[in-house]
């Protein structure tokens, strides 16, 4: 309403007097202008900020994959040595995750583009002209870009917040898929000593008021914090949207504040992801190579040749006495040395199927 007023004043001169209800607000209430300006400034966010940034850290995952495709190292189930996968296998899981979670964004779009602009006080349409929510979707498509059309029910627009909370929830989605890729990039930085120590990231500021020489990845600490805010704002946004009581929803503020929040911290975050810590870490081969070599896991290749049990054994024997696991092998079985160096090669065992 104080839009209303101010356009009013502003459309006004000597010889035109425009009324801010009669005039300015003819054919449309603030409750569907808001509904349809939540949807709308978040479809622009997602189309002009959140989408690109995403985009652009798939494809700087993707650029160091290929980068680093030749490089094995140990793999991880339940933070234990498992068996090994190439560096640029991992960061595809990333990129696919990414993948996947901008096409659900880009399904949640289809509903966002729905507005509520035509259906008035409770949806009805009463007092706006019957081409008015057609022509207006139109005129708003034109100018954004966006294919935007009226909702298909004004009852449910007005009610409801349904497209919002899909789109939250999307956004919590994509907030899951930032903390691992932030969390992952923290465990493979630890140290640098004391930890895996499998990358170095970008040192951007001192780490410590007290510690000299200290750096913390920064960079995916803000982005896991970035991802937990979205994660409760969605709890938010959800509640809110349970709060459609007849034909109005009231807490239309909080979802849009929420809505729009989330998106600018994934958007930023994901930009700083990519720009800040995938483009610039350095690998640290030499810290993924011993324990690769060392690693116990690997006798998973000889499950087929000498049986589960006996390959156990040799696992056991390999940890306990801290010793290679093809010299160990090689004490307690049939098979060359030759035979065992093809078996146990970690970069073969990063191709799957079933050693022969």
Not at 22 to 42: F, W
Not at 159 to 175: C, I, P, T, W, Y
């Amino acid at each position: 309403m104080n839009v209303n007023e101010v356009i009013s004043r502003l459309a006004s001169h000597d010889d035109l007097q425009v009324g801010p209800n009669d005039h300015v607000n003819m054919g449309q209430s603030s409750n569907d202008v808001i509904p349809t300006a939540i949807h709308l400034s978040a479809a622009l966010e997602v189309t002009t900020r959140l989408r690109p940034a995403l985009v652009h850290l798939r494809a700087t995952i993707d650029e160091r994959a290929l980068e680093l495709d030749g490089v094995v190292k140990t793999g991880r189930t339940h933070l234990m040595d498992a068996m090994p996968l190439r560096l640029s296998q991992e960061l595809g899981g990333w990129s696919s995750q990414l993948g996947q979670a901008i096409e659900r964004l880009d399904s949640a779009m289809l509903r966002l583009c729905r507005l509520a602009q035509g259906g008035t006080a409770v949806g009805t349409g009463i007092n706006a002209h019957p081409e008015f929510a057609e022509r207006m979707a139109r005129e708003l498509s034109e100018q954004t870009g966006l294919s935007l059309r009226p909702n298909d029910s004004f009852f449910a627009s007005l009610a409801s917040q349904d497209g919002a909370v899909e789109l939250s929830g999307q956004l919590k989605g994509l907030a899951c898929v930032v903390m691992k890729i932030a969390n992952d990039l923290r465990w493979m930085n630890s140290g640098p000593l004391a930890g895996l120590g499998e990358i170095e990231l970008e040192a951007l500021q001192p780490g410590s008021s007290i510690m000299p020489g200290k750096v913390n990845p920064v960079i995916p600490e803000s982005a896991a914090q970035a991802a937990a805010q979205v994660i409760g704002l969605d709890a938010a946004v959800t509640v809110a949207g349970q709060s459609g009581n007849f034909q109005l929803n009231v807490m239309l503020p909080l979802v849009a504040h929420n809505l729009l929040t989330s998106i600018t911290l994934m958007s930023n975050s994901a930009r700083l992801l990519a720009d800040r810590a995938i483009a610039t870490f350095k690998v640290r081969e030499a810290n993924m190579a011993e324990p690769l070599a060392r690693n116990p896991i690997l006798v998973t290749a000889l499950n087929g040749v000498i049986g589960y049990d006996a390959a156990a054994a040799v696992a056991k024997e390999a940890y306990k006495a801290g010793r290679p696991i093809i010299d160990v092998a090689e004490d307690q079985t049939d098979l060359s040395r030759d035979e065992l160096e093809r078996l146990l090669d970690p970069a073969s065992l990063t191709r799957g199927g079933i050693p022969e």
